[in-house]
């Protein structure tokens, strides 16, 4: 399984649940393979957040080596799932999309926990809650490793 988690910058909230997410699979060994990228190229080549990086270590998931990157129509082809962390960035993702195929990989993060909600990752660039958005990510990384795991079990 190869998946994507997208937000404006990927420098706060797709690296933290691009960290978590590849944790979750490491330490269950399904071998998934877990990317990041931001709809804006703000970012590129840049580490994430210092915030971001202090979140994630505190839970023992190191993000420092992680590097922004702006999401392009080739992450269609290279992806089987991804997860925009607001309603702006599915937006622009399905923007790019070049058919049905790839519009169905396309998903709100927070669906895995409040589906039919439509609900936002708030980004923590200016309000702070770094905390608050690392708890709301790990619950839906951790919906997506039962949904997606149950499923691979029962092919």
Request: proline share 4%; charged share 20%.
């Amino acid at each position: 399984m190869k998946v994507l988690m997208v937000c404006l910058g990927n420098i706060c909230r797709s690296p933290i649940a691009e960290g978590i997410l590849q944790h979750l699979s490491d330490s269950q060994g399904l071998g998934w393979q877990v990317d990041s990228a931001g709809t804006s190229g703000w970012h590129q080549g840049e580490a994430p957040d210092g915030r971001s990086q202090q979140v994630a270590a505190k839970y023992g998931i190191d993000i420092s080596q992680q590097k922004s990157r702006k999401f392009t129509v080739a992450d269609f082809d290279q992806f089987d799932l991804i997860f925009a962390m607001d309603t702006s960035n599915f937006n622009d993702i399905l923007k790019l999309a070049r058919n049905p195929e790839d519009r169905s990989k396309v998903s709100m993060i927070l669906e895995q926990t409040n589906p039919g909600m439509n609900r936002s990752v708030p980004d923590p660039y200016y309000e702070g809650g770094f905390e608050g958005v690392y708890t709301m990510l790990y619950e839906a990384c951790n919906a997506v490793v039962e949904e997606y795991h149950l499923k691979a079990q029962q092919h």
